[in-house]
């Protein structure tokens, strides 16, 4: 993973509330074995619409995505983050996001951002005239003009992101721990193990 | 005297292989549930970086997502091709990574193949006290069976793969009371689209939710895989259902189940699972049993629902702007209009089936529905999917697909169908379809597809009226 320590770009003022995934990216578009080029299908049904904030020019090479709450609801499909990617963003922020989808996103080097709704209405605002910048050491979203709107992150996560961290590296490092879990499951509930069918 | 726990906090402290400072932890996954579309990137990853799957003996692959649900097999009995190239790869890879890595495989054409939610139960692979991840949100079905069971990213899986672990932080606990029993004809799909709509669609955002009350110790295991499979639609990743002598009598001699002395040892720990009491909840939820009719979808979204013997709701009538706003793009995506009633919206399709309600109980429910009666003149599409080759069999034991085909609905294989749009089942752009499955999103059967939630039952009721149907009138039940 790319480490991410700051996103200073453009923003597609979206700011459409319960963003579900089949909206991100639909179920036509899962059957891919690759992570790459998904941004093509990024948002098609809302790109299928004249004046859409995605085709607007005035937005081309947005690096970031602001929405309403609830982001990302739905499935589980990492296609949505992987289709973001795709499109040149960065960030995302939004009073919330579904569980699952601030998951997919952290693993993928993504911010997705939490502010309160105050904060993305002004950030709405600014995102039609001016740029956007997120800084991770600092953990603000500011502007142009003097805005400052600070957000929190599990301090795990903000590492992962800013050093670009491979979880499972870190997770194997562990393995001596994984392996006392399995023996003392396999001495005190041998039932655990599927039987073999 | 130790702390009252609740479910979730009992299977979370079993499952810690390593505790951080930060609160979250290092959690051990019992069981892996694999299919062919969240998968193939995270092989990969694997086979990049040189890994193994650590534990292949606790993790199971099926196909489902992509999978047609015409013929496996040929006359002949060779496999019949798969026409969409990109799906035929997908189904393919699986096909060779899980021998690749040496995971079991349940193939297309094999008796037990079915989607990945109801064979975990079905196999006895899905146990009470365990923790169990799938790449697919309707993980939380699992839930049930008293498993901590939810969905998750293709990174994930990978890392799962990888380390049989997942690092996650410690969810909130969500109490979901319900008070006194559903009348007759009222379905445990009825009941969930009913708490979906009084939670909305981020009411469990960061909780787990455990169902609660007298209605859930009387259902079936069958109803409640389908109401804690919609847990997701509620916003949280997982739902549970305390284990209890019903759960037990259902696994006992499943394949994967254990057996002998290890089924002893097992059942005294799940009875040690259920929630202590005075164990205490970060929230509770009440609902009213008494206030369910059978329920349906009106809009766009799982928590856009209203009694079928209700009218489709004015834009007004919600408090915020936002949610007006939405409510008129609804309105305008599903062609209604406020105040219609919804038994005078017409259907022309209708599928029954995906991992929400396709058991044997499902198609028990629809099939007492249609036994003597025909689909409308209305209805182009008729569609019922079998959850799985057992629950297959099963009915046609019972004789329910002789039902089904003489009502005038196509009997199909085992798999997602048209829940999601992915395989060629989908729903002809600006056609309606009464659906068993669990989103109602824009797109999700197909592009322009319009889609009203529903039980089987009262799918079944609208196959026979050709217009969404109170099925209480149909079954004599008042």
Redesign the interface.
Known sequence: MNPVRKVEGRAFPFGQ??V?T??II???W??????EGLGEGAFE?VRAKDGNVFDDPEYAGASVLIA???FG??????HA?WALDDMGIKAIIAP?F???FS??AF??GLLAIALPQEAIDRLMEVAKTDPITIDMESMSVTTPFQDRFTFEM???RQQCLMDGLD??D???A??D??E???NR?DSA????????? | MTKAKTLYEKIWDA?V??Q?A???A?I?I??HLVHE??S??AF?GLRK?G?KV?RP??T?AVPD??LPTTARLDAAGNKVPIA?P??A??LE?LEANAPAFGI?YIGASDAEQGIVHVIGPE???T?PG?TLVC???H?AAHGALGALAF??????V??VL????L?L?R?KSMEIRVEGLLGPGISPKDLILHIIGVIG??GG??HVIEYRGEVFEQMSIEGRLTVSNMS?EG?A?AGLIAPDDKTFAYLKGR?????GA??D??VA?WKTLPTDDGAEFDKTITINAADIAPTVTWGT?PEDVVPVTGHVPAPESFPDA??QD?ARKSLDYMGLTSGQAMGDIAVENIFIGSCTNSRIEDLRAAAKVLEGRKTADGVKWAIVVPGSGLVKAQAEAEGLDAIFKASGFEWREPGCSAC???NPDKVPPGERCASTSN?N????QG?GARTHLMSPAMAAAAAVTGKLTDVRELIGVN
């Open positions: 509330k319960n579900d089949d909206v639909s179920a036509e899962l059957k891919t074995i690759s992570r049904s309403g709450d609830n609801c739905g499935s589980s499909r990492e983050a919330s579904s569980d699952i998951s997919n693993k993928n599990d301090p795990f979880e499972i870190l997770t194997m562990k393995s721990a994984i006392a879990h399995e499951v509930q041998a039932w655990h193990k599927p039987v073999a069918a | 499952h292989v390593d951080r930060d609160g979250t290092l051990y019992d069981r579309v969240t193939p990137q990969e970086a890994r650590r003996d606790l199971l997502h992509n969409d990109q799906s790869a997908q890879a079991k196999q006895g692979f146990l365990t790449g697919d949100s993980t969905g998750i990213g293709t990174s994930e990978e890392h990888a380390t049989q672990t690092q932080s969810s669609t981020a955002t960061g997701i916003g990743r394949p994967m189940a254990p057996r290890d089924w040892t097992a720990y979204s936002s949610k939405a999601l749009g992915m989103r999103f824009v797109g999700r592009p």
